[in-house]
């Protein structure tokens, strides 16, 4: 197998607004690292796939499309081959044009610089192709805690230390790159400054101290998992940047302990599957809904309300689905799982218990985010709370998924990574 590595500093020289809490009012400040997109090409020949991470909170369709488009020319790929994937930082910037008529402002610039440099990384990566072997390994790390606290009333958002949680930390290495996953959301430190949390300390203390190495971070399933970051009255609290660096250099062990022991030898062709398919939205407002949401004090839920007015007053068409998308990378029998969204934790545990018995990783927050955002799993909705119902309109979606689309979402990733070991290639 021939590996190739580019990365491109994206970190922003000018203020500009962040992507991750609804509550920032006002631009970034600065910075408390540099944020990266890195690149990584793999072949045998030719390069036959490239997978992108990045230190930023998602993609939409939009900078989906430009990326894709950018890199099929550059490199004669085919877009099912290109991975796109976001770290899901909370400290990044917003990049996407599905955002910005939620901010005061959007820096067309920097976002068509971020897309560019993109670009720039994959092509270099697969313009310098070397042979090179390839290996996976699995440790630990008990950085996150479930988010989601049921009660009597219905679940909400506070630490679950009984609530599910994948401690998993998935490394593969390829040559001079290593990528590794964990899930848990990057959302340490709550700022106005820019940089990748603990999943970038973890990258920059890997590379710090393997100095010819790539760190490259996939998120994995952590919609409903936060890092242990807990105050005394026993609520979630956001701390310094000190306690993000902490928890990533706790991951940058879990990795460095795995690199240090036997690894899994990976071999075999180099194979893409992706699948763009629709997810079900359940029933859109009713007027009476959408003018109670006006005079909602959150500016967010108003500015929703206004949206779906205007839809009423206008076409009066709402859509009945949203958009996702399944993905897999294969080296041989290895699978690299990738999905649009932010995705429930048991999904992601759900899809690794399938597919025992083959190296795998399983991200999320892959291609372009599903428009709802959240996908939790059937058995949650009963509970309702933030990542079931509370989410949707911080994407002017008019309403939230239906149960059933983890089914169909799981049936994709099956159809998609049951032929992989035969290094067959498609769309």
């Known amino acids: 197998m021939r590996v190739g590595f580019a990365r491109e500093c994206i970190t922003p020289d000018r203020r500009l607004w962040m992507a991750g809490f609804a509550a920032r009012d006002r631009p970034c400040e600065g910075a408390y690292q540099d944020i990266f997109v890195k690149a990584l090409a793999l072949g045998d020949g030719a390069p036959r796939a490239v997978l992108i991470t990045s230190d930023l909170l998602f993609f939409d369709d939009v900078n989906q499309g430009r990326i894709e488009r950018g890199l099929c020319e550059a490199v004669g790929l085919e877009p099912h081959q290109i991975v796109l994937t976001a770290s899901h930082t909370h400290s990044g910037p917003a990049i996407n044009e599905r955002e910005w008529p939620l901010y005061p402002d959007f820096d067309r610039e920097y976002a068509a610089a971020v897309v560019s440099r993109i670009v720039s990384a994959g092509a270099r990566a697969a313009a310098d192709m070397q042979q090179a072997e390839a290996s996976f ?172 007015l205007e839809t009423m007053d206008g076409s009066g068409e709402f859509p009945r689905t949203c958009r996702a998308m399944a993905q897999v990378l294969g080296i041989g029998d290895f699978a690299l799982v990738a999905l649009s969204g932010e995705i429930g934790v048991e999904i992601g545990l759900r899809i690794k218990h399938l597919l025992a018995g083959r190296p795998l990783m399983v991200a999320a927050y892959a291609g372009p985010s599903v428009l709802t955002d959240y996908v939790m799993p059937r058995h949650r909705f009963p509970e309702g709370g933030y990542e079931v119902n509370g989410n949707y309109f911080y994407t002017l979606m008019p309403a939230p998924l239906r149960p059933e689309a983890e089914d169909l979402i799981i049936a994709q990733v099956l159809q998609l990574a049951g032929r992989g070991e035969r290094g067959e290639e498609g769309k």
């Open 137 to 308: 390994g699995i440790g630990r790390a008990d950085i996150g805690i479930n988010r989601r606290l049921p009660t009597l009333a219905g679940a909400i958002t506070a630490p679950n230390p009984h609530g599910p949680t994948d401690p998993t930390v998935d490394v593969l290495r390829a040559g001079d790159a290593v990528v590794f996953d964990y899930a848990c959301h990057p959302s340490t430190y709550a700022g106005n400054l820019i940089g990748g949390d603990y999943a970038g300390f973890a990258q920059a203390l890997i590379e710090q101290r393997h100095p010819a190495l790539q760190a490259m971070f996939v998120q994995g399933c952590a919609a409903d998992v936060k890092p242990r970051s807990i105050g005394a009255d026993g609520r979630f609290e956001y701390g310094p940047v000190e306690r993000a660096q902490g928890f990533g250099r706790a991951l940058a062990d879990a990795v460095g302990a795995v690199m240090e022991s036997p690894m899994r030898p990976v071999a075999g062709p180099v194979w893409t599957r992706r699948s763009d398919f629709e997810l079900p939205l359940a029933d859109p407002p009713t007027r009476a809904q959408a003018e109670a949401g006006m005079r909602d004090p959150n500016p967010w839920r108003a500015a929703w309300a206004r949206r779906m």
